[in-house]
């Protein structure tokens, strides 16, 4: 199998279940924000995608920020430290804003970020993710709108990866784990 084809088990989400149910979300959000700015802040780089999907469907007026994280897991691989490799380029106070993942897995992760971001004194702080995948949380945390649930598989496509490829697939595929 070559490198620009993934080894897919099986399509989890088309396209067209994804433009839907983006919108569908979109139109929750637009509706709670109706008549003020929000700010939406991406994590890079897999958010890149969901984020300029959502973004275009919005109809509050909208500023775009991204953050970079770098992760170290411990000897034993378990989720460890996180640090902000690439912070705001703006600041927060005062705005309404919404971190937008890719997926939110363990929960370790969105925590620090959502924690790192309310010390930044925001008027309010939401999170949006295209995929939550429950069945890995450790860490419980209120996901205030999310656009699908997924099974504890690997996934790649609309902005996730595996080994930085397949990201601009428009579609969201579990990994054949051969």
Partial sequence: MSEAQPPIERVLFTEEQIDQRIREVAAEIS????????????????????????SRELTVPTKVDFLAISSFANQRGAPGMVRIAKALDDSIEGEDVMLVEDIVDTGFTTRYLLQHLAGRNPNSLAICTLLDRTPRRIVQIQIDYRCFEIPDRF?????????QLYRNLKYIAVMDPR
């Avoid at 109706?34 to 995608?49: C, D």
């Avoid at 996934?155 to 080994?163: A, I, N, T, Y």
């Fill in 155 to 163: 996934v790649v496509g609309f902005g996730l990866d595996h080994k």
């Fill in 31 to 54: 509706a709670k924000y109706a008549g003020r700015e929000l700010k939406l802040i991406g994590v890079l780089k897999g958010s890149v995608f969901f984020l300029t999907a959502l």
